[in-house]
């Protein structure tokens, strides 16, 4: 009776993890683990009411963007390599939208940031229109975001979506630009190869 196969072992993410460790030092720690401390800190302005949320939502979703972006790897070295695979040609536009993707996903981060620093403001203007605020209190940014129920909160998804964007965005950046790296060592391409431009036979 011959014995089931058992599942290999994941000898590429342990690859990648050691790469991803080693190209990015101790900032890949700090990248991945950076969203907790900020949102449970509250070095971020937030509501108390999604602070919880968006501790689990924003680690989540780096760590599913992770996963995502390094099961497209080989799709990821066709477009960030075209010269030295064939149909390169076709390619070559991808190669454009793969270059300008870390700036655009670093753009979008701080896009978000500003953004939910705007949105912010207006929804906690909107909640002390229409809230009365107990005597004595002087900080009454801090009072609402402290005491603000989830429903009661204005723009509370749009918000939560904010705060997501400068996190997610952020970390996509993060990881393309190393994965790029990783993707070069594998493929076994020298600097000089790329900036050559050196084509398959």
Not at 11 to 36: C, E, G
Not at 135 to 140: A, D, I, L, S
Request: charged share 15%.
């Amino acid at each position: 009776m011959e014995a089931e196969p058992q599942p290999t072992d994941p000898q590429r993410v342990k690859t990648f993890a050691r790469f991803f460790k080693n190209y990015m030092s101790i900032s890949a720690i700090i990248a991945a683990a950076l969203p907790i401390p900020v949102t449970w800190f509250r070095l971020i302005p937030t509501y108390s009411a999604h602070t919880s949320l968006l501790a689990v939502y924003t680690s989540l979703f780096c760590f599913l963007l992770l996963g995502f972006i390094f099961y497209s790897r080989h799709a990821l070295a066709r477009w960030m390599f075209p010269n030295f695979f064939s149909r390169g040609d076709r390619l070559k536009p991808g190669k454009f939208v793969v270059s300008v993707l870390p700036a655009t996903l670093i753009a979008a981060s701080l896009a978000s940031l500003f953004g939910y620093h705007y949105l912010l403001g207006i929804s906690v203007r909107g909640y002390a229109h229409w809230s009365e605020f107990p005597q004595g209190t002087t900080n009454y940014m801090e009072w609402i975001l402290n005491k603000s129920e989830l429903w009661q909160i204005p723009y509370g998804t749009a918000l939560l979506a904010l705060y997501l964007g400068i996190f997610v965005f952020a970390e996509s950046a993060f990881i393309v630009m190393a994965i790029k790296e990783y993707l070069q060592d594998l493929v076994r391409l020298s600097e000089i190869d790329l900036i050559r431009g050196k084509p398959t036979s």
